[in-house]
C-alpha cells in the first residue's frame, strides 16, 4: 500500500448506529488530518493531529470522535449521525502540522446517514 | 475574512482550449496558495503553488497568475485535455500553518 488509504469507501449506516472510519497512511508523515467534503461546499477541516495529539477542533459535534493510536493511523468514530452528516470524509496527511504544507490525501469514504 | 471565494462553479471547455478559474481572498495575511486537482472516485492531489512573492507560476500546461493588490489569483490550463477534466479547488492559508481555507471548487469538462 502506498500513500493515504482509508476504509471503508463507502458506508450506509442509520441514525442510530455506531462506525468507525479508518485512515492509514504509509508515508512517514507525523500530522493527520479529517476533512468534510459536501457538494457545492469548501472542504471543511474537522480535526488535526500532529504526533498523535490533537491540535485541532473546528467546533465539530461531539457525535464525531476522532482517535490518533499512533502517528500512521486515525480513526473517526461515528454515532447517532444525523442525515446532513452525510458527505464525503476525507483524511489527508503531512510530514507536521508546522512543516512543509502540502497535504496528503486519501480517497475519502462516502458516508450516507438515513 | 476568511473565505476564498472561486468561479466559476464549471466549466465546460474545448480539447485544445485555455481554461481559466478565479479565486478571490480578503484575508491579507494569508501567503500560500495552492491548487488541487481531485478526480472523481479520488481524493484531492496538489497541482500547483505559489507564494504571494512572485506574480507567475509555471508547471508544464498549469500557470498560476497571482494579483497581490486585487487579492486575486487564478489557474490557467493551457492546451486543454479531456485528461483535465476534473474538480479544481483554490486553497489559501496563513505561514507556517496547516489550516487551508478552500474555495468551493470548479469542475471542469473538456470536451474531446
Known amino acids: 500500500e502506498t500513500g493515504v488509504t482509508q476504509t471503508p469507501r463507502h458506508l450506509v449506516m442509520g441514525m442510530t448506529n455506531k462506525k468507525s472510519l479508518k485512515c492509514e497512511q504509509h508515508?512517514?508523515?507525523?500530522?493527520m488530518y479529517w476533512y468534510k467534503q459536501s457538494a457545492k461546499k469548501p472542504l471543511e477541516l474537522m480535526f488535526v493531529y500532529n504526533f498523535k495529539e490533537q491540535t485541532e477542533n473546528n467546533s465539530v459535534p461531539s457525535r464525531f470522535s476522532p482517535e490518533c493510536p499512533n502517528s500512521s493511523h486515525l480513526f473517526l468514530h461515528l454515532h447517532t449521525l444525523q442525515p446532513e452528516d452525510s458527505a464525503l470524509y476525507l483524511c489527508a496527511s503531512s510530514p507536521q502540522a508546522g512543516g512543509p504544507r502540502e497535504q496528503f490525501f486519501g480517497p475519502g469514504t462516502r458516508l450516507t446517514v438515513l | 475574512q476568511q473565505q476564498v471565494k472561486q468561479s466559476p462553479q464549471s466549466l465546460i471547455v474545448q480539447k485544445g482550449g485555455i481554461s481559466i478559474i478565479n479565486c478571490a481572498y480578503e484575508?491579507?495575511?494569508?501567503?500560500?496558495f495552492p491548487w488541487y486537482q481531485q478526480f472523481p472516485g479520488k481524493g484531492p492531489a496538489l497541482l500547483i503553488a505559489?507564494?504571494?512573492?512572485?506574480s507567475e507560476k509555471k508547471e508544464g500546461r498549469f500557470t498560476i497568475s497571482f494579483n497581490k493588490s486585487a487579492k486575486q489569483f487564478s489557474l490557467h490550463i493551457m492546451d486543454s485535455q479531456p485528461g483535465d477534466s476534473a474538480t479544481y479547488f483554490c486553497a489559501a492559508s496563513v505561514g507556517g500553518t496547516y489550516k487551508y481555507i478552500f474555495g468551493t471548487g470548479t469542475r471542469l469538462k473538456v470536451l474531446a
Open positions: 508515508l512517514g508523515h507525523n500530522a
Open positions: 505559489i507564494r504571494p512573492d512572485v
Open positions: 484575508n491579507t495575511a494569508f501567503d500560500y
